[in-house]
């Protein structure tokens, strides 16, 4: 029994010594370990522009833009268009059903060609009349009748031509017209409905050129430049579709939201359209200043801070450095102090630096952002937080 136990555990120990992770050599290997050099992206730090700017949810505008009411009262007879067509002055928009109309000015089309007739037959009587008083045989007080009954007859046949024209004009009414060219909206109407002159038939607006209007806060309204200060339209992706000066701003507030409307007009060549709710970036001031990319920026505590490349006897190093932070413009930060220009700052690795540790610096191939970024829409500048280190307060990496 005792031979069988110390067989068992010679073969338990020799278990151990060969499980034992290669390369574990005790605290020497975990130093050799600490001391590798980390292959790192870094960037030296350049001045570049700052704007300070605020994105809102603006609202496009047309300057000439009407809601369209027949003139006439009658059944819809027909709609030719959609709904967002583009028409051109003079256009077809919808037909009221002109039947009434086209009967009442036949009849009066009759009634001119009897008053015609009329006219003819009192003028060639006042011609014959005429020559039988030079020659004597009619008298005076017969000839001043025809030529009475001749413009009686021209007066009734100016009266019939004028009311074919009124009725010719009023018929023209019954098929509804765009005043300008522009886009068609909605017809709250269809086939069928009856309508007076004062239901709204459709909409028409022309988008050549659109206002963006936007509404700001009172305290930035103090901020901007008539004429100067730029309003951005962006897509929804943030790039930059159109920008244009800001050319009003009303005087008071409204009373209910307390913000100041801002508008800037702009040519429309990118196809928007009037009504369409957009992403609006008022851009209040810009200037040059040092900036840090986001990626490079960690923070513990309340403090931010970024790893820079120093040169050593024994190589390069990383060495974590505090650093102050203003607004955010596309992926930099505004560096308002700790580093001076052309600074190595790294932008790689960042959660797997220590303090110290060595590092493989090479250049950083940067990518342009899609836009040039303020605070989140409808808020006011400021510095957005840089990424949190996790703990409390430890350093990344350890």
């Not at 992770?21 to 290997?29: F, I, K, M, V, Y």
């Not at 403090?303 to 102050?324: E, H, K, L, M, N």
Request: net charge neutral.
């Amino acid at each position: 029994m005792r031979l069988v136990s110390a067989r068992s555990l010679g073969l338990a120990g020799l278990l151990l010594v060969g499980c034992r992770p290669h390369g574990d050599e005790g605290p020497q290997g975990g130093q050799q370990a600490a001391n590798q050099a980390l292959p790192v992206e870094v960037e030296r730090l350049a001045p570049g522009e700052v704007r300070e700017a605020n994105e809102y949810l603006g609202t496009l505008i047309s300057r000439s833009s009407i809601t369209v009411y027949p003139q006439v009262a009658g059944y819809v007879k027909a709609i030719p268009l959609e709904p967002g067509a583009r028409v051109t002055e003079g256009e077809v928009l919808l037909v009221v059903d002109p039947r009434r109309e086209s009967a009442g000015l036949r009849a009066t089309r009759a009634q001119r060609a009897a008053a015609l007739a009329q006219r003819e037959f009192a003028r060639q009587t006042r011609k014959r009349s005429e020559q039988l008083l030079k020659e004597g045989i009619q008298s005076r007080q017969d000839y001043e009748q025809s030529v009475a009954q001749a413009r009686q007859a021209e007066a009734s046949a100016r009266a019939i031509e004028a009311q074919v024209q009124a009725q010719q004009v009023q018929l023209g009414f019954y098929a509804v017209s765009a005043p300008f060219s522009g886009t068609v909206g909605d017809y709250p109407v269809k086939v069928g409905d009856f309508v007076t002159q004062q239901t709204p038939l459709t909409t028409l607006d022309q988008s050549n050129t659109l206002e963006v209007s936007v509404q700001i806060p009172v305290e930035r309204a103090r901020t901007v430049k008539m004429g100067t200060t730029p309003v951005e339209v962006l897509d929804a992706e943030g790039r930059l579709v159109v920008s244009a000066p800001v050319n009003f701003m009303a005087p008071t507030p409204n009373a209910a939201t307390q913000l100041v409307e801002i508008q800037a007009v702009f040519e429309n060549t990118m196809g928007l359209r009037a009504g369409q709710l957009v992403r609006a970036r008022v851009v209040y001031a810009t200037r040059d200043a040092l900036r840090v990319p986001t990626a490079a920026v960690t923070r513990i505590s309340s403090q931010s801070f970024v790893f820079v490349a120093r040169d050593t006897d024994g190589g390069t190093v990383a060495q974590r450095t505090p650093v102050s932070l203003g607004l955010v413009s596309g992926n930099d930060y505004e560096v308002t102090g700790g580093l001076d220009a052309g600074t190595p700052v790294v932008l790689s690795g960042i959660q797997l630096l220590r303090d110290g540790q060595p590092i493989q610096p090479k250049p950083h191939a940067r990518t342009p952002a899609p836009g040039v970024g303020g605070s989140g829409p409808g808020q006011d500048g400021g510095t957005p937080p840089p990424r949190q280190d996790a703990g409390t307060g430890a350093t990344p990496g350890q």
